[in-house]
Structures are given as structure tokens and as C-alpha cells.
């Protein structure tokens, strides 16, 4: 399978294991703060390429907060994608990620320029204004992510919070997992909130609520199969 011809330095794709024909493409969001560039696959990623799937991991940068550049960028890049993959515009196209990723999944999903087939959101942040606050290292990277924008705080918090954009999601499957324990991202705060508006307006969500699991540690293996399952149901040959 030919490498695709996008500069290594903005995204890794899993196509050295993608069988063909290709039958989905997965877009992995990573967290805040992640560093480096991605030179390996994962136990799930690779059961998904082993199924058709095309795992895309961007370099939307790591305080980003997928704010308008970052869809932007994410966007230009799924265009790319297609094209150089060949991909029919129906091939499916699946949102995942954790914390800043998960948020990034959903809120991608809400924004996106391509259809979105399904959103897997892990432990995300759902509502950005609380998680401004929530801990003393998230305000310095709020605010570089919306350095430069016309609009106040509070408008930027309502744009940029799936939360507050609920109403506005797509009509398609969604599976979100959060844990009781998790210190930096509050169950309660976040995805029990999102899971109720999302629910509140038509939507689809399977929610996996689990005790003793603190922000991505002591993650059961039943959630792990879950997630890959969920994933694997939009790989259409």
C-alpha cells in the first residue's frame, strides 16, 4: 500500500497495516499537552487496520483545544485522506479520542465539514468553562488557544464547550466512558451532564460508567474490547 504523500510532521496514519480494501477511516484525537510525534501503533488500532480501518492521528497541536484552526486543519487533512486513499465520500468516518481528545471527538464531531458516522468519547471534558477552573494548569493553555480571537471568553466557552453545542450534535451513535475516580476530569462535572443533553435532545449514547477507574488508569479490559467493538461496527467492507 502506497504511503500517503502528507508530510510525516502532520499526521500518523496506520496504513502499513491497513488491510485493503479500506472500509472506514478513524480519526484518534490525542490529549493535552502530547508530545512528540506517534511512531507506533496500538493494540487497538491495530484490531481496526486488521479490519479495513485507516486509523488517522493529527497533529492539531497540543494546547489546541480544536479551536477554529484546528477543525480547519483536521478538516484539510480528512480531505486529503480521501483523496489520496481514493475513498468513496460514503466510507465512514469515526471520531475517537480521551480527555482533550475525547472533548476534541466530540467537538470535531459537531463541527466537522465530513459526516461523521460515530463519536467515541474517553473521560473527555465536556464543559470548558468548569474545566477552566478545575485545575491551576488548564487556564495558560485555554488561553493560548484563543489568543487573538475577537469574541469574549464566555462566547468562546459556549463555541468551544460540547457541552453547550449538545443541541447541535449530530444524530449518531456516540459510546462515553468516564470513572468515578478520575481526579482531573470530573465524572460529574462532565460526561454526566453531556450524556443528559445528548439524551435530552434524541441522541444516541451509550454511556459506561466505571467505578474505581481514575483519568485513563485502572481502565478495565471489558471497556478496552468495548471501545474497539464500538469502533469496528463502522468498518464496513
Known amino acids: ?32 499537552g502530547a508530545p ?9 488500532e491495530l484490531a481496526w487496520a486488521a479490519a479495513g480501518g485507516l486509523v ?15 477543525r480547519a486543519f483536521v478538516d484539510d487533512l480528512v480531505t486529503a485522506v480521501y483523496q489520496q486513499f481514493s475513498l468513496p465520500p460514503a466510507t465512514p468516518l469515526v471520531a475517537i479520542g480521551g480527555s482533550m481528545g475525547g472533548y476534541s471527538a466530540l467537538l470535531y464531531t459537531r463541527y466537522a ?3 461523521i458516522a460515530a463519536c467515541c468519547a474517553m473521560f473527555p471534558v465536556c464543559d470548558l468553562k468548569h474545566h477552566f477552573s478545575e485545575r491551576p ?23 468551544h464547550s460540547p457541552l453547550a453545542q449538545a443541541g447541535g450534535m449530530p444524530d449518531i451513535p456516540y459510546l462515553i466512558a468516564h470513572g468515578d475516580k478520575d481526579l482531573a ?25 466505571v467505578p474505581g477507574m481514575g483519568h485513563g488508569e485502572n481502565t478495565p479490559l471489558a ?8 469502533v469496528k461496527r463502522f468498518l464496513k467492507a
Open 36 to 44: 512528540g510525534l506517534k511512531s507506533a501503533a496500538e493494540m487497538d
Open 1 to 32: 500500500m502506497p504511503r500517503l504523500p502528507i508530510p510525516a510532521e502532520t499526521a500518523w496514519l496506520s496504513d502499513r497495516f491497513t488491510r485493503t480494501p479500506i472500509t472506514g477511516v478513524i480519526l484518534s484525537f490525542h490529549g493535552l
Open 185 to 209: 476530569v470530573n465524572k460529574a462535572a462532565h460526561s454526566d451532564k453531556m450524556v443528559a443533553a445528548l439524551r435530552q435532545h434524541g441522541r444516541q449514547v451509550e454511556y459506561v460508567e
Open 223 to 230: 471497556l478496552l474490547i468495548k471501545r474497539i467493538e464500538f
Open 137 to 159: 494548569d488548564l487556564p495558560r493553555t485555554i488561553h493560548d488557544a484563543f489568543r487573538g480571537y475577537s469574541e469574549d471568553m464566555e462566547t468562546l466557552f459556549i463555541e
Open 113 to 115: 465539514k465530513h459526516k
Open 56 to 70: 488517522v492521528f493529527p497533529y492539531y497541536g497540543p494546547w489546541s483545544w480544536m479551536n477554529r484552526n484546528a
